[in-house]
């Protein structure tokens, strides 16, 4: 349908407010349609493409047979053993303990960083930038090589000192999992949190300091209470990271027999594939998700946590004194295990001839990267589908989202919600889940997308769309509209008005978007490895491989690679939009 204009006077400035005219008063048998009303049409299109067709085939799949009969049997299949039942409480007690551990690590630090006169804050939240930064999946890996029972640096030393056999932390545990996952996520969590607290005045406590409670009490009783919804809705949002999450638990917790939901699914994909069992088996998941987005919302609208001070109010850094140098060891402790041991373990086992030697001269080599360049048969290969695919959905997914937000902010057509609504739905489906839906939809003919390039850029544009729409709604939300309207006057279409005027004045938060996806998109591997042929591999893929043969020094190289990637776009962003500008935009 043409999309409606409210300001009906500009139709006859030019000849494209003529052409808009005769769309809407025309004859029935000579209507003339605009071009941005064909590019609407497309971009529904292409939003039910990606996300509706998806999930609605994935929930059909789940209740027919192969042949296409209606049937419970997939459901009854999926939980009818032990074993899958488990792997769905494993992954529901795996991730209450990793948000808990996460909690931990990121409230002390978010409290620190906002409200009080501890040092090195700069050092801090790089570690924390680092820790969001590093893939999950690399992060395992360097754990594996501390920590693991037998040769991990870690327990290697422990054993030098103490002179004890049994290990001093065994990653290949429940526990050691669900840390390894804590330090993965707690940045989620530091960043609500923080937020939360810089808006918090300095009055509030003053006050609670003037009726005789003391620094720790008026913590306690007056500043942790305004920021319980931030707590409790970036608690949920880790929550569902964690049980969505499908690099970590498979790199450990399959050495250590600990079975979860995603590591299932995957089994379900083994030969002979049973997706129509994969589907039923993800609708829980998907229903868990829902059901802790829509907590997560309800607790976050709220308005029993308010801070009412009448005026901006003053915000003074708290003096802690002595206290001051042990808040600052508890967040280097942190960012010491979450970023700076893995990734140094990391870039030793990547120029190592075997990693469980250390990095002295005589075992120092390049052929790990030598290997990878010029003798591994697909590295490049992967090297090179990592970047275009992401930097293709990267594209996609910014013009999509530019051209929804456009229309929901411009309210060009009456049904602006759907579109909003479709832009963000990825956000609550596990990517595990998209993979499938993606699978069940196109993998079969008549598409046979299957193992293509096709099937990853369009899972990848829908995983990380959400991403790039949050990022453009704010930023045309903030833009008024009167450039557009002096655009329209002097006779320019909708469509020329997007190219010339809004996309130019939002180019700093269309770059910033378009980084952070392309970014995400690079280690992304719950999609991927659903996906991908022989000709497709991702770096992530590879990475995974490499993990399950054991070979830790040529992975620790590629992962150099791709952590050496990552550094440069984070560096371009930097320099560009600003130093937190994927914290501030995750």
Not at 190 to 214: H, P, Q, R, T, Y
Not at 325 to 343: E, I, Q, R, Y
């Amino acid at each position: 349908m043409p999309p409606s204009d409210p300001t009906p006077a500009y139709a006859g400035a030019g000849a494209a407010g003529s052409s808009l005219a005769r769309s809407v008063r025309g004859p029935r048998w000579g209507l003339r349609i605009e071009p941005a009303t064909l590019v609407w049409i497309a971009l529904i299109a292409a939003l039910l493409f990606l996300v509706a067709l998806p999930m609605t085939k994935l929930l059909i799949v789940s209740f027919t047979t192969r042949s296409g009969a209606f049937t419970f049997a997939n459901y009854i299949t999926a939980y009818g053993r032990a074993r899958y039942l488990d792997a769905l409480i494993n992954s529901l007690l795996l991730a209450c303990a990793t948000t808990a551990y996460s909690i931990l690590f990121a409230v002390p630090m978010a409290w620190a960083m906002s409200r009080t006169d501890m040092p090195g804050k700069t050092f801090i939240w790089l570690t924390v930038l680092g820790a969001f930064i590093l893939p999950p999946y690399l992060g395992a890996i360097g754990w594996i090589l501390l920590a693991g029972p037998n040769a991990g640096f870690i327990n290697q030393l422990w054993r030098w000192l103490s002179g004890a056999e049994a290990p001093l932390f065994n990653v290949y545990t429940f526990n050691g999992l669900a840390l390894v996952m804590a330090m993965q996520s707690f940045p989620l969590i530091f960043i609500f949190v923080k937020s939360a607290l810089d808006l918090v005045s300095s009055e509030m406590e003053d006050a609670a300091n003037i009726l005789g409670a003391g620094m720790w009490k008026a913590l306690r009783k007056v500043t942790l209470p305004l920021v319980v919804p931030s707590i409790i809705g970036s608690s949920i949002l880790v929550f569902l990271e964690a049980v969505a999450l499908f690099g970590t638990p498979a790199i450990i917790g399959i050495p250590a027999r600990i079975n979860v939901a995603t590591t299932q699914l995957w089994q379900f994909f083994e030969y002979p594939v049973r997706v129509d069992v994969a589907a039923a088996y993800a609708m829980p998941l998907l229903l868990i998700t829902l059901a802790m987005v829509g907590m997560q919302r309800m607790l976050v609208s709220r308005r029993g946590f308010v801070s009412q001070t009448g005026k901006g109010g003053e915000r003074r850094p708290i003096q802690l004194g002595a206290w001051r140098w042990l808040l600052l060891l508890w967040c280097l402790l942190v960012g010491l295990l979450a970023v700076v041991l893995p990734m140094l373990v990391l870039i030793e086992a990547s120029f190592a001839k075997a990693w469980g030697r250390g990095l002295t001269l005589d075992n120092f080599t390049l052929q790990n990267y030598r290997f990878l360049i010029f003798q591994h048969e697909t590295a490049l290969s992967t090297i090179w589908n990592t970047v275009w695919f992401s930097g293709v959905s990267a594209t996609i997914a910014v013009v999509l989202a530019l051209l929804a937000a456009y229309v929901v902010n411009r309210r060009l057509v009456r049904f602006g919600g759907a579109l909003s609504f479709l832009a963000m739905a990825p956000f609550v489906i596990p990517g595990i889940v998209m993979a499938i839906g993606f699978y069940a939809s196109y993998a079969a003919p008549p598409l046979a997308l299957y193992g293509t390039a096709t099937i990853i850029i369009l899972a990848f544009t829908a995983r990380f769309l959400p991403i790039a729409f949050a990022n453009s709604n704010a930023a045309i939300g903030a833009l008024h509209p009167e450039m557009e309207e002096a655009a329209r006057i002097l006779g320019c279409g909708r469509l020329q008005t997007i190219v010339r005027i809004t996309a130019p004045l939002l180019r700093k938060s269309l770059l910033a978007g378009w980084l952070i996806v392309f970014i995400v998109a690079t280690r992304e591997l719950s999609t991927a490895i659903f996906l991908v042929g022989p000709n497709t591999r991702t770096m992530a893929v590879l990475l995974y491989d490499l993990s399950e043969a054991g070979n830790f020094e040529v992975l620790a190289a590629l992962g150099g690679i791709l952590l050496a990637i990552t550094f440069v776009l984070v560096g371009i962003g930097m320099k560009l939009i600003g130093r937190d500008f994927m914290l501030r935009r995750t």
